[in-house]
């Protein structure tokens, strides 16, 4: 594989700011600006930032207004979803690295 595949392959991953999918993830699990700061450990209006944030990284709507609440559309829901399954599994190989070198 040329250097070229590689830049090609992964460069867009440097835009990305994996703490916002993090923020989208668990506001999609608790369904509450609230409660995902609570988890968080920040703010609401952090999480509120970053929600604004992953709307920039995907292409369908994210979320439906409710009087005050943000509801999550299905998109959503699956995505949230299918990006959590990837982060457990990237926790995972860093975990069982960590307990390889002790």
Known sequence: MSSMDCDFKYRHF???D????IVFIVFVETGSLYSASLILGCSPSSVSIHLKRVRHYFHEPLFIREGRSLEPTEYAIKLSQQLKSCFMSFDTILTKDNINKS
């Open 14 to 16: 440097m835009e990305i």
């Open 18 to 21: 994996f703490r916002t999918i």
